[in-house]
């Protein structure tokens, strides 16, 4: 559809628009000088985050290697085939939702995990990520939010398996679960 131009003034109303305005002058051209140029932009948040691993690293008194051994979280449903397992390990289903449960309580972390299952219910997704941590920080009863979300899972009659995500993925950090 073409789009229509108001109508042109007449005479009359140029008329009247001046005399309302009164008289007027016209401006003369101006140039305007050579724009400076503007700096090249910085990251100055890697800069900072580069200049920190250093000293990060001379800090930290823990050795992720002993961390990672015997925490992985693992279940299988009765019923199911092992090779199902090996497969959602290996990261070889497409995860459709995720939720990070990173400086949550635990009430916050357990609405979430239970929010992220209804909505995955919804949408008819199949695999989920959930983000607990490896609770580096937590006091000597161990990872609040990994334990809880291991007790979740494993009471819901949905969850077909989870397995904890590969290392490059978060390791003990993060589990994905296979939903029916």
């Known amino acids: 559809m073409p789009r229509r131009l108001p109508p042109r003034p007449d005479a009359e109303d140029i008329a009247l628009f001046r005399q309302a305005v009164g008289p007027v002058r016209r401006m003369e051209e101006q140039e305007s000088g050579p724009e400076k140029p503007r700096p090249a932009p910085r990251a100055h948040m890697r800069q ?20 990672e051994i015997g925490e992985e979280l693992c279940y299988l449903r009765a019923g199911h085939s092992p090779r199902l397992l090996r497969r959602l390990r ?3 289903f497409s995860i459709q939702g995720e939720v990070d449960l990173h400086h949550m309580n ?5 609405t979430s995990i239970l929010e992220l299952l209804e909505e995955a219910h ?10 607990h941590g490896k609770g580096l920080r937590s ?7 990994k334990g809880l979300t291991d007790r979740i899972l494993r009471r819901r ?4 398996a989870f397995a904890s995500v590969r290392p490059a993925q978060g ?3 993060a589990v994905v679960v296979l939903l029916r």
């Open 48 to 67: 900072a985050d580069e200049a920190a691993v250093a000293g990060d690293l001379l800090q930290d008194g823990h050795d992720p290697a002993v961390i």
């Open 90 to 92: 290996r990261g070889q």
């Open 106 to 110: 635990a009430q916050a972390a357990r």
């Open 122 to 131: 919804a949408e008819g997704w199949r695999c989920v990520r959930i983000i």
């Open 139 to 145: 006091r000597p009863g161990g990872p609040v939010l």
């Open 157 to 160: 009659s949905d969850v077909v």
């Open 171 to 173: 390791g003990t950090g």
